[in-house]
């Protein structure tokens, strides 16, 4: 079982880019489909990218379509969320998880968990 760890938040102004990181340890990344969540204090879990396990396709909230990317790199056991264009409504503490499916949205779909990064956007 992979164990995930984020990277690569801030604070940032809005406008702003940043780049998050999720580095797995264990020889199974490959298998596993990756996701991106974001959540803020009292509030839902929220979806916000996916991607399949060789990295072939990708989904997006609509809310940052257009503006995030993710993408990973099996060699290095790694994949990233490039966030462009950043808006203080994102500003959350983002997740990345493993799962079976990159089209699933919801949080309990997921089964393996990093310890979260906080992006803060100010205006």
């Known amino acids: 079982q992979v164990q995930l760890v984020e990277s690569g938040g801030g604070l940032v102004q809005a406008g702003g880019s940043l780049r998050l990181s999720c580095a797995a340890s264990g020889r199974t990344f490959r298998a596993y489909a990756m996701a991106w969540f974001r959540q803020n204090p009292g509030k839902a879990r929220e979806f916000v990218a996916s991607i399949t396990q060789s990295g072939d396709n990708t989904d997006y909230a609509d809310t940052v379509k257009g503006r995030f990317t993710t993408s990973r790199d099996n060699a290095k056991n790694t994949v990233y969320l490039q966030m462009n264009s950043l808006q203080p409504e994102d500003t959350a503490e983002y997740y990345c998880?493993?799962?079976?499916?990159?089209?699933?949205?919801?949080?309990?779909?997921?089964?393996?968990w990093g310890q979260g990064t906080q992006v803060t956007v100010s205006s």
């Open positions: 998880a493993a799962g079976s499916t990159y089209s699933y949205t919801r949080s309990n779909e997921y089964y393996i």
